[in-house]
């Protein structure tokens, strides 16, 4: 049993946010009951289509991608993605975001009443939109101000995902801990750019997206270990981990559970083979 700020899950491996939907289609392939957690998609207020595409590019070791928070809003969260997962035992993070600090908390307010909701996971770190998103989780005083306000509405535990595009990320972290996060989850993915060199055009429609995968992960275990010497919370950590030896090394270097992403995406049983390869 691992506890992250009260959520108590069967093992540390949670599919994270945006890799994993709402949980459906993975449903078909295997018992959504063996997993620790599900983070969801971001969920915003109102529904959002995204970017235009072409919006993931694969790279070495890795991908990009510049999604745009698409989603279909919180209240077809409500009354039909959660509906579906709580069928399972698992508990269920809401990973929310917006444009906005009202936005943020309106989604917020609305998800602390829903007791089918195991915790939520704030996501101040997405790279691709141009308002809130990133904008928020560069920034200290911004991450602070943001938690401060969303705190005293969320009613369970609040996991703040903290970006890696900064300069120090343990300044972001103790903001985010100083007022009021129980959890923190890192990292978001890292700022990139590809360009197709026959086309000359970049090879995603906003140029720039996040970069994931296996690429990133030594910046995540050296995020992870150095947030760990500054914060008495629980850490999540994520990026590139695609086997149980990676588990290990990021529980080594501070974290007490972790996220599997991308590699949701090379095996779609991924998870789950983790699962069973932890000693
Ligand atoms: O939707 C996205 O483009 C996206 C988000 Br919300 C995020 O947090 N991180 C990311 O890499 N992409």
């Not at 970049?202 to 992870?224: F, N």
Request: contains cysteine; charged residues 20%.
């Amino acid at each position: 049993m691992v506890d992250i700020a009260g959520i108590k899950m069967k093992n540390p491996v949670m599919a994270a946010s945006g890799t994993f939907g709402f949980g459906e289609e993975y449903a078909e392939l295997y018992d959504l009951n063996k997993l620790g957690a599900i983070v969801t998609k971001s969920v915003t207020l109102k529904p959002r289509s995204g970017n235009p595409p072409p919006r993931i590019c694969e790279t070495p070791s890795g991908m990009l991608n510049s999604i745009g928070l698409q989603n279909d809003g919180l209240e077809a969260f409500i009354t039909k993605h959660l509906p579906f997962l709580s069928k399972y035992s698992t508990p269920i993070i809401v990973n929310v975001a917006g444009e906005t600090m009202e936005e943020y908390a309106e989604v917020v307010k609305a998800l602390s009443k829903e007791s089918k909701v195991a915790g939520i996971e704030l996501n101040i770190s997405c790279p691709n939109v141009k308002k809130g998103g990133m904008a928020f989780g560069v920034d200290p005083q911004l991450t602070e101000e943001i938690v401060k306000k969303v705190r005293p509405l969320a009613g369970k535990p609040l996991i703040v995902k903290l970006s890696p595009n900064v300069t120090d990320i343990t300044v972001i972290a103790k903001a985010a801990v100083n007022a009021g996060a129980d959890a923190l989850s890192l990292i978001n993915t890292v700022l990139g750019m590809a360009i197709d060199i026959k086309t000359k055009k970049p090879k995603l429609a906003t140029i720039t997206g996040g970069l994931s995968g296996p690429a990133i992960k030594p910046i995540a275990v050296r995020m992870v270990w150095q947030v760990a010497q500054v914060v008495n919370v629980p850490i999540i950590g994520i990026g590139g981990i695609m086997t149980a030896d990676d588990v290990q090394e990021f529980l080594l270097a501070g974290a007490s559970a972790v996220q599997v992403g991308t590699g949701n995406l090379v095996d779609a049983d991924c998870a789950l083979r983790i699962i069973e390869n932890l000693p």
